[in-house]
């Protein structure tokens, strides 16, 4: 099948309106989705096409409207939920982690809610700290849900529908510098795996792992490695809950080295959480420390050098690399 | 008690005015009964009890129909007795058997019923006022004529999730009915320490959703009123808003000393109790016969003993299953 050029914004819009055309259960609610477009405008042009019953421009509640995502869920329709930015998802949070993820733990297995909950991570666009984090980490913390992180754009195409199949819960995170980037993809591409890790890049002297938006300056410090004669092999975890063990352990029992490039900050995060398994399951394959890239122990800045500096970026990545190999 | 509402309302006979004695009856006996075993350390957990406030979930649970769907608080088993979820399960939960309504997953507060479509048993105050708005755009976006009742206290009044809630519900024209069960207490505060505006169906008025106030603990009033509310939200899709102003006579949890409120209150509000003034009114009435009550007594105290024992002979889940129920066991597709 030949590849057309698209946006990571478009392959999301592209998947969520497959689902909508496929299943009549499926409609998308949050603020500014319908009229507006969608802040990041991924929904522009689905109110025209679906209508407002099913593209639900929603007050500023996000926890009314998420909680509502998980009623309609339990009564038999298949909800995608909008939250702007992660930040607003806290005042969701009692919702999501109260009840969408315990429903059916306390049920004792009666009710489960298959909720699809949508929102955007990260910094980059220098709006400083209520609209730059990137708590992905938080919520992969919390059992009962399943937390996706689509960093190519065949993944942002193909997670939404498997996603929607899922009878739990499933957050899914879009970098929101991700939106505009563009690529060829194959013309049918569809639905994805969103059980496995998928290593993007082969090498066997330093295990690179990360997700989402760093993704891309993971596989640029690579190139760089490359040059310098140093092999890395890059991992995009895609799915931060539950996490694929076995491809990271078997990834890091090839090169003896890794190093872990999370947004997310260093203190309590998911690298933490991924440097410690590699410690419990492959300590003994390991020739260095597991080293990790993360976001500074600052609120994400406003000033664009301050906010560059702050998050993960190709030199860091390539020192904490290079430092696995005592180079 | 005034004189039974007639037309559109509850009829009320002699075999109904027996049936909502023996529902109350019910869920007072099964509580006594529970607040006995927890100082037996048999039950265990927070336990909320609902004694002073049967009238309410009797008189909601009566006009609703059997597919309409229930969500309710950690104050729950009152409604899930007369919601109709045998009370064999709901005490097997009470112990934490497998054999209960949640399989010993939620105790007290988090009893769940698919085949009654109860919804729990929800302990985060407010927290369910959302969910009761998607379960009904469901049945709404699926054209289906159901309604989701939603129970909470007057305490959820301050929560940020009621307002939101609210709102959402007209502003789309659901089929809710708020049940605000407003015993004057949220936890040890008093009502007029937390609120500004205390009648709070007004607050639902501010949102353009049909509201009233009802007597809480007269069970036909409330019957009456819920009929004529859950008749409107049929009608109209549109939600509607009961303010049931009753009263608790026991503490908030078996871990409350009280001291926020004298007994002298407790006692004089007892005097109002919902069982009391069913039975003196249907007495004064002749509705009730000599008689009736103790066999009313003797069935119930037999059907919390068949309770207790059912509980008693549950068996605990093995430790090999703990991690069950956290995703769904079927395969993905």
Known sequence: MSAVETTYREAVRAAIREAMLKDERVFL???????????????????????EERIRDTPLSESAFTGAGIGAAMGGMRPIVEVMTVNFSLLALDQIMNTAATVRHMSGGQFGVPVVIRMATGAGKQLAAQHSHSLEGWFAHIPGIRVLAPATLEDARGMLWTALEDPDPVLIFENALLYNMKGQMAADAGPVDIDKAAVRRAGDQVTLITYGGSLFKTLEAAEALAKDGVAAEVIDLRTLRPL????????????????????GWRSGSLSAEISARITEQAFWDLDAPVGRVCSAEVPIPYAKHLEAAAIPQVPGIVQAARETLGR | MTEPPSGTHPRVSREHVLHLLAQMIRIRRFEEKCAELYTQEKIRGFLHLYIGEEAVATGVMEALAPDDAVVATYREHGHAIVRGIPMTKIMAEMYGKQEGCSHGRGGSMHIFDAGTRFYGGNAIVGGGLPLAIGLALADKMQKRRRVTACFFGEGAAAEGEFHESLNLAALWKLPVLFVCENNRYAMGTALDRSESETDIHRKAESYRIASQAVDGMNVVDVEAAARQALAAVRETGAPHFLECRTYRFRAHSMFDAQLYRDKAEVEAMREHGPIKRLTEWAEATHFIHAGDLERVEAQVAEEVDTAVAFAEAGTWEPLETLTRHVMAEEARP
Not at chain 1, 37 to 45: L, P, Q
Not at chain 1, 244 to 263: C, G, P, Q, W
């Open chain 1, 29 to 51: 609610m949050g603020e500014d989705v319908g009229r507006y477009g969608g802040c990041y405008a991924v929904s522009m042009g689905l109110l025209e096409e679906f209508g």
């Open chain 1, 244 to 263: 694929d063990d076995a491809t990271i352990m078997a990834s890091v029992r090839k090169t003896r080295r890794a190093v872990v490039v999370d947004e």
